[in-house]
C-alpha cells in the first residue's frame, strides 16, 4: 500500500492491519520512519501490542544531498526508548536480506536502518545471521582492543583492522547488528580477553550502539572504552565521502581510538 507523504497515517494503517493479523512491514526514510511517526508507533503498535516491522533507509550520513533535515541521528535510539523492541543495523544487502526474512517470525514492533545505494558488500550471498547475536569478524588470543561496529562502519572498521595489523597491533572486530537485544555475553567476553573496547557507528554515540555496549560494559565488565559516531551535533547537505570525514567515519580515526583505549588500559 503507498500511503503517499503521510508517515503518521502510514504508521497508523500499518498498526490497523496488524491488528487483523496481517505481517506488516513500514517502509520509509530513516527520518520519516522515526521522527514523523514516533507516536503512531509506538502508541498504535508498540503499545497496544502489535507487531509492525519497520524499516528506515539512508541512515544515518548516506542521506547525503538530502542534508540535515532528512539525515537520521537518531533513529535508533528513537526505537530503543521503546519497551520491547528490536533495533537492527545491518552492513549489506545480504544481511539485511537474511534479517527480513527472520522478522516475520519475530513479534512486537522492530526498527532496521539500512543503506538504500552505494552498498559496499561485506558478507557473501545467501549468509545467515541470528538476530541478537553478534558476529565476530577476526580474533585472536593476542587481541588487545575489540572494535564493536556495525552498518557502514563494519567496513571502515575492518580497514582499521588491516591498519593495525600492520602496525603490529591485534585487534578484535565484532559486527553488533542487533542493538536491542544487544548480545551482553559477547561484550563482556570480548571486555575480559582484549581489556578495552572501541564502538563506531553511523549515529549519535550519545544514544546508540555505544551507549548500548557502554552499559554492558560498566555494569559488568568495566574497562577502557572509546566511541567513535557522531558527537551530538545535526547532520550537513555533502556527498558521504565528505560526510564521513566531516564527522571522523573513517577507519584513521578507529584505530586512532583503538590505540587512545589501549594507552588507557595500560596506564
Request: glycine share 10%; charged share 20%; aromatic share 8%.
Amino acid at each position: 500500500f503507498e500511503a503517499g507523504i503521510a508517515e503518521g497515517n502510514a504508521a497508523a494503517v500499518s498498526a490497523g492491519l496488524a491488528a487483523t493479523g496481517k505481517k506488516v512491514f513500514f517502509h520509509s526514510f530513516g527520518t520519516f520512519s522515526s521522527r514523523r511517526c514516533y507516536d503512531q508507533i509506538y502508541m498504535s503498535a508498540a503499545y497496544a501490542g502489535l507487531t509492525v516491522h519497520v524499516l528506515g533507509s539512508d541512515a544515518g550520513v548516506t542521506a547525503a544531498f538530502n542534508g540535515g533535515t532528512h539525515m537520521p541521528l537518531e533513529d535508533a535510539a528513537m526505537y530503543l526508548s521503546i519497551p520491547e523492541t528490536t533495533v537492527l543495523d545491518p552492513a549489506d544487502y545480504d544481511q539485511l536480506a537474511s534479517i527480513t526474512r527472520q522478522l516475520v517470525n519475530v513479534e512486537g514492533v522492530s526498527y532496521t536502518r539500512f543503506v538504500r545505494k552505494g552498498v559496499i558488500q561485506v558478507y557473501g550471498e545467501g549468509s545467515e545471521f541470528e538476530i541478537g547475536k553478534g558476529v565476530v569478524l577476526h580474533e585472536s588470543d593476542k587481541d588487545v582492543c575489540t572494535i564493536i561496529t556495525s552498518g557502514i562502519m563494519v567496513d571502515e572498521s575492518l580497514k582499521a583492522y588491516e591498519t593495525l595489523q600492520a602496525e603490529g597491533i591485534s585487534v578484535r572486530v565484532i559486527d553488533m547488528f542487533t542493538w536491542k537485544p544487544i548480545d551482553a555475553e559477547l561484550i563482556e567476553k570480548c571486555a575480559k580477553e582484549t581489556g578495552a573496547i572501541v564502538t563506531a557507528e553511523n549515529h549519535n554515540i550519545l544514544t546508540g550502539l555505544g551507549s548500548m555496549v557502554a552499559k554492558v560494559v560498566t555494569e559488568g565488565t568495566p574497562v577502557p572504552m572509546e566511541r567513535v559516531g557522531i558527537n551530538d551535533e545535526f547532520g550537513e547537505v555533502g556527498p558521504e565521502s565528505y560526510l564521513r570525514e566531516r564527522f571522523n567515519l573513517t577507519a584513521a580515526n578507529i584505530a586512532e581510538h583503538a590505540k587512545r583505549a589501549i594507552a588507557r588500559k595500560a596506564k
